[in-house]
């Protein structure tokens, strides 16, 4: 049995998904992935280096790994000199990029990719050649942060940093820096500032609320600061508990926008990842089911639905959609790596402290 085959048996869930049909989501992933490594959104649209490693991710739980390799050795090759991606890069072999804007959250994120895959492989020669390019992307990440422990959301095309912080970007940034961290674990080079760095962070987005945009319209200012890994416990259950009638349509998905009447698939599944980093399995598998409406023919799944209109809306099948309804089926149906960077029980914390101003 190959290890792909060995993946999408893992990937079974009642009522969600099939092996069969993981195995048809999988592929159709692969599909949209070009020679030269990259994930587009879908064929002829952009790359944007956040997706693509989300996709990367959904390869290798469904046993691809060489095509998640490929996939972050596009990121390696693509890198600037400061460690920073681009915020978008336009289809096409010759990867131009179309925002010149380099966003903390974006750069940061494969860290959580390249510690993933290495969980999934054990493939010391990947980790080796990969750890300078986390290295130098977790330095240009923290090169944003600001006195308070968060961190603006990008660099303007002019090298201008932007102050400004937000608070999903926050949080996705939280947990890669812990992957970073076990990552310079594994590698054998302690980085105190990174564990000092991550301790801040997170204590920020306990804390202190005031120091973040006002996002709270959107579902993942709700959600990610649990599924980031920044809360658990007893404020995390009251967090989501205080929003869930607001964002969660019952056998519909969940909202992107409070007063939107549209579900989308990407941060349903995403919430239902989070569920099960709560220990609330049951709810987690409810969402999941409930966008099934969403599985487009061919294994993709459409971005969302305006439940309004009784309408697919926009009209486009998205690898990153289809990629967190595999992350989560992964978590819920027990693959390991997925557990681990999503989890987060054996990751390091960093130099953790609710004591400051």
Known sequence: MTSAERGVERLALPGVLSAAEAEETALAIGAEQRADGAIPWFGGHHLDPWDHVEAAMALDTAGRHDRAAAAYDWLARHQNPDGSWYAAYAEGDAARPTDLGRETNFCAYPAVGVLHHYLATGDEAFRRRMWPVV???????????????????????????????????CSSVYQALRCALALAELAGSPQPDWELAVGRLGHAIRRHPERFLDKSRYSMDWYYPVLGGALRGPDARARLAAAWDEFVVPRLGVRCVRTNPW??????????????????????????????????????????????????????????????????VAALAGDTPTRAVFGGAGLPRGLETDCCA
């Open 263 to 328: 579900v989308t698939g990407g941060e349903s599944a995403e919430l239902a990842l989070t569920l099960w980093t709560m220990g609330m399995e049951r709810r987690a598998v409810e969402i999941l089911r409930s966008i099934g409406h969403l599985r487009a023919e061919g294994g993709l799944y459409w971005t969302g639905y305006v439940f309004a209109d009784d309408a697919v809306w926009p009209p486009e099948r998205t690898t990153w959609t289809a990629g967190s309804v595999l992350l989560a």
């Open 135 to 169: 290295h130098a992307a977790v330095e240009f990440t923290l090169g944003l942060q600001q006195e308070g422990g968060q961190l603006g959301w990008r660099r303007d095309p002019d090298g201008t940093p932007v102050a400004d912080a937000l608070l999903t970007g």
